[in-house]
T-cell receptor, first 115, second 110 residues
Framework: AQKITQTQPGMFVQEKEAVTLDCTYD???????LFWYKQPSSGEMIFLIY??????QNATEGRYSLNFQKARKSANLVISASQLGDSAMYFC????????????FGKGTRLHILP | EPEVTQTPSHQVTQMGQEVILRCVPI?????FYWYRQILGQKVEFLVS????????KSEIFDDQFSVERPDGSNFTLKIRSTKLEDSAMYFC????????FGSGTRLTVV
């Protein structure tokens, strides 16, 4: 069974609009962390934001915020005021506290920002 | 801010040749990882390394692959006798809250 599910293979959004990228996860571990990464066409994996399972508040980093709904096992990324440079592949990922802390990735969502 | 560094950024190799991909993880991290991303596909876990030995490996990480921490700072992935299907982006990572990844090595096997 997939641990991380990203149901949107691609999205088109008008510049300056907000965009929500969906992510659901599956774990029985009470302690885990959720990540979002951006991968531009150059290929590097850029860390955007992190949410711990015990964090009371949703994580925010500049224009990025993580809409964490623990009961629904959902960790959507919200990008406010989108910019052309936001066009990239976005990966949701999870790390479970048990085991060796490896990160498991979803299949990604390709975001296109339209001028 | 400390970061994970990888070299080379690109490598082209002939099928059947051995390649070594190099990484310098963040110095006070304990776990180190290699991941692979075939073009256009998801990022796949290969192997984790802790206390100078493999902690966990995926089914992708067969006898063709090996990892080493030769000198306490570098962390290497060796691929023996490369195949065309080994062409991919290889990412190194080390443990920590930030989930920091290196910028990757793009390996092309021809």
């Amino acid at each position: 069974a997939q641990k991380i599910t990203q149901t949107q293979p691609g999205m088109f959004v008008q510049e300056k609009e907000a965009v929500t990228l969906d992510c659901t996860y599956d774990t029985s571990d009470p302690s885990y962390g959720l990540f979002w990464y951006k991968q531009p066409s150059s290929g590097e994996m850029i860390f955007l934001i992190y949410q711990g399972s015990y964090d009371q508040q949703n994580a925010t980093e500049g224009r990025y915020s993580l809409n964490f709904q623990k009961a629904r096992k959902s960790a959507n990324l919200v990008i406010s005021a989108s910019q052309l440079g936001d066009s990239a592949m976005y990966f949701c990922a999870m790390r479970e506290a048990s085991g060796d802390d490896k990160i498991i990735f979803g299949k990604g969502t390709r975001l296109h920002i339209l001028p | 801010e400390p970061e994970v560094t990888q070299t080379p950024s690109h490598q082209v190799t002939q099928m059947g040749q051995e390649v070594i991909l190099r990484c310098v993880p963040i110095s006070n991290h304990l776990y180190f990882y290699w991941y692979r991303q075939i073009l256009g596909q998801k990022v796949e876990f290969l192997v984790s390394f802790y206390n100078n030995e493999i902690s966990e490996k995926s089914e992708i990480f067969d006898d063709q692959f090996s990892v080493e921490r030769p000198d306490g700072s570098n962390f290497t992935l060796k691929i023996r006798s490369t195949k065309l299907e080994d062409s991919a982006m290889y990412f190194c990572a080390s443990s920590g809250l930030s989930g920091a990844f290196g910028s990757g090595t793009r390996l092309t096997v021809v």
